[in-house]
């Protein structure tokens, strides 16, 4: 019914920068909230940062004035800007939008991108 498609990770060094991208289709009637979260090796999927219809945001501490997330309500996207990068962001990070669907515009649905790699090095 949705799909998450997320893009932009990779390879980068202590200090630099990269921009994540998560894209959603399917049977949309809205979006809600959409976030970014993160599950490094042997160790619980965290909350990094959250954003709602009305751009209200909400970052995890430890990346606070360092990412900033965004969002295109035309485009259905979510951005994630993450600067100043340290070896302990290194993770798998994930896209998720709570939905309303076109067939069930009544519940809000959670959904999930497949996840895309952030690997930081020192």
């Known amino acids: 019914q949705v799909q998450l498609v997320e893009s932009g990770g990779g390879l980068v060094q202590a200090g630099g920068s990269l921009r994540l991208s998560c894209a959603a289709s399917?049977?949309?009637?809205?979006?809600?909230?959409m976030g970014w979260y993160r599950q490094a090796p042997g160790k619980q999927r965290e909350l990094v940062a959250t954003?709602?219809?009305?751009?209200?945001?909400n970052y995890a501490d430890s990346v606070k004035g360092r990412f900033t997330i965004s969002r295109d309500n035309a485009k259905n996207t979510v951005y994630l800007q993450m600067n100043s990068l340290k070896p302990e962001d290194t993770a798998v990070y994930y896209c998720?939008?709570?939905?309303?669907?076109?067939?069930?515009?009544?519940?809000?649905?959670?959904?999930w991108g497949q996840g895309t790699q952030v690997t930081v090095s020192s």
């Open positions: 954003i709602t219809s009305g751009d209200n945001t």
């Open positions: 399917g049977s949309i009637f809205t979006i809600n909230a």
């Open positions: 998720n939008a709570a939905v309303r669907t076109r067939i069930a515009a009544a519940v809000i649905s959670h959904y």
